[in-house]
């Protein structure tokens, strides 16, 4: 820890942070960065997220519902804010970081049945919401952290937040004035017709919240232009909250911008006096404000196409959209994202590649779009232009070498065809017959060894790795020596030998294919070798193909 001020004596600190008006202002990013923030003033930090729908996890939810689930080392399907946690601090989340009702309720559930509540009727209030300050204080229990930061889903005056808020509200009373805070997050939109920022949004949002007994601390107020000194003095009073604690958190083209933006409006200043909590050494935000000028000022352009299935909402993809960038801010250069649509690819026309300098087939689930992402394995392979297989990614260009070059025409993923002659990519033997869609995936982290002189061995230099896995099917070994007599060569594996875990084609510019996810282990401070190896290919076949085009003109 950084000339951290000694805290040892203090106890944990709570932050809870709310939003109002409207979903979508970005309070988990305000999160994280608060996270960044403190931990460069030396504290040790953790952030936690309350989600107040009633899925036990998002592991069954749609791509399209709720965006990406970011998995956790320990094999817990989560909340994509989680993936900012880890990527703005040095929290490792687990399945103690995120909360649902639904797992709430399942936990209470299982306590009654047991007679845990030795026949007492088990209501909300103390039930539920005793079972959720529990739940807010699980980590820190563990030791070793100096502030949490608790997220609650929703936003105010949602009849399912109600227990969240009352809980957050207790706690205030149980834990002390000086060990907790209450952060707001609300809109203060600019209305074109009138000319003005308006705040009586964020005055009935603040008047929500203080019906259920919560007074803010600080308001982050979201606007697209500086808040003037007039404006805040008016949210200052209809809100009572003190002046210098109403902060405009203005947009900012980048997201790895706003923990420099908040400290800029004094936020860490503001939050480590509140807390009592001695900021007695500059705050060291260098490698920060460092990355910052590199995000700002690329030297150039270059483009990734992701041929995807849910590639109509970007949130399904959140990690992937920045480990590409990451591995951008490692070359200086800015990554664009070409969607594609899988089930594009198809019919057979690879339009929708057009020029491409790199493609990338992510992970997925079930048919739709899946001859598609195959296509584009074989696109890739063909026209030697750089692939990065993700998961499904993968599993698609096993299948897909193994029709076209080792002639075996019927290959197929039994996801897809449980009748396929040829079952490159079939079900985890271990979980054969277990048909329940949550909880039957191998999921979190598990070590892997690589095979020196690979591609892969070359980007993470060192043979032992560990990455996060999120799949139900599994590379088929026994077409293990068909392949590798085709010419492609088995990169990883689980050390047991039971899991093939990487392959790629030797020969080929990069075509590298990976049953794990490592998008969900890229931060912008530490971009994933793998990207930055994928987007380094990427760019230089650009650069050879443009260098082509000119000598032929
Ligand atoms: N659908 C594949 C499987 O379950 C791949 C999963 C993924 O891409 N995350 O094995």
Redesign the pocket.
Known sequence: MIDRADPTSQPVKYIFITGGVVSSLGKGLAAASIGALLEGHGYRVTLQKFDPYVNVDPGTMSPYQHGEVYVTTDGAETDLDLGHYERFTSTVTTRNHNWTTGKIYLSVIQKERRGDYLGRTVQVIPHITNEIKDSMQTVARQGGIDIVLIEVGGTVGDIESQPYLEAIRQLRQDLGRENTLYIHLTLVPFIGAAGELKTKPTQHSVRDLRSVGIQPDMLLCRTDRALPQDLRRKIALFCDVDEEAVITARDVDSIYEVPLVLSGEGVDRIVLKRLGLPSTTRRRMEAWEELVERIRNPTDDVTVHVVGKYVGYEDSYKSLNEALSHAGFAHQLNVRIEWVEAEALESGDDAALGDADGILVP????DRGSRGMLRAAEVARRRRIPYFG???GF?WAAVEFARHVCGLEDADST?CNPEAPHKIIYKLRDLLGVDDLGGT?RLGSYPCDLTPGTALYEAYGKNAISERH?????FNRAYETALTEGGMVISGRSPDGKFVEAIELPGHPWFVAVQF?PEFQSKPLAPHPLFTRFVGATYRHRLSAKAAAESLA
């Open positions: 992970g997925g689930f079930g993700i998961c499904y599993q996801e995936m999120r799949h139900r099917y599994e996810h």
